[in-house]
């Protein structure tokens, strides 16, 4: 009969249940998978399962899930999330748009140019650390005269004046500071 204090304990299991947790689980999984090799023969490899699959359910399964934030799987199943993430990125493109003309006197003609020359960059997220252009329906346009500007994510649709339109969300100091004009059909 095998001696209590050689089967895996209960704390040893709470360890791995807790490898389900995004991110700390990993470490805490691999404690639970060192544990369970320690006590292979008695009960261990159930311990190393549960905390492999921890692991992988928790943060790779967290990883794939951001991964597909911005994918047209997310805009049409899980818009609540497309539309934080698009207020987000619209905000840092209002941003770099107020820093172009800082820097160049004037807004660019379309969102392409604030790629440029490298200085001015808008930053995905989604991406790791690339700095890129976003691949995201933003509607742009900049008014006659140059002064103001129209900014938008037409949403999932990619149509603009609808109900999932997403636009910047700003504060009336901000408003009054920046070049951005409110649609007539912003909420």
């Known amino acids: ?33 060192v544990a369970g090799a320690i006590k292979l023969k008695a009960g261990g490899a159930k311990l190393i399962a549960l905390a492999l699959a921890g692991v992988l359910a ?5 990883y794939y899930f951001t991964h597909l934030a911005y ?20 905000k840092q493109t209002v941003m770099a748009l107020e820093y172009y003309k800082l820097v160049h006197g004037a807004y660019p003609a379309t969102l392409d140019e604030l790629k440029g020359d490298g200085t001015h960059f808008l930053h995905d997220p989604s991406q790791g650390n690339n700095f890129q252009k976003i691949e995201l329906q933003h509607a742009y346009r900049l008014q006659p005269g140059g002064k103001r500007y129209l900014l938008m994510d037409t949403g999932p649709d990619g149509l603009t004046g609808t109900a999932d339109d997403v636009f910047p969300v700003l ?17």
Request: charged share 15%; hydrophobic share 35%.
């Open 58 to 62: 928790g943060t790779v399964g967290l």
């Open 1 to 33: 009969m095998a001696r209590t204090k050689d089967k895996v304990s209960g704390w040893e299991y709470g360890l791995g249940w807790c490898s389900f947790i995004p991110v700390i689980g990993i470490f805490l999984g691999v404690a639970a998978i």
């Open 71 to 90: 994918s047209g799987l997310t805009r049409s199943y899980m818009p609540g999330i497309y539309q934080s993430l698009s207020k987000q990125y619209l």
């Open 171 to 187: 504060g009336p100091e901000e408003l009054a500071r920046t070049g951005y004009q409110k649609p007539a059909w912003q909420p």
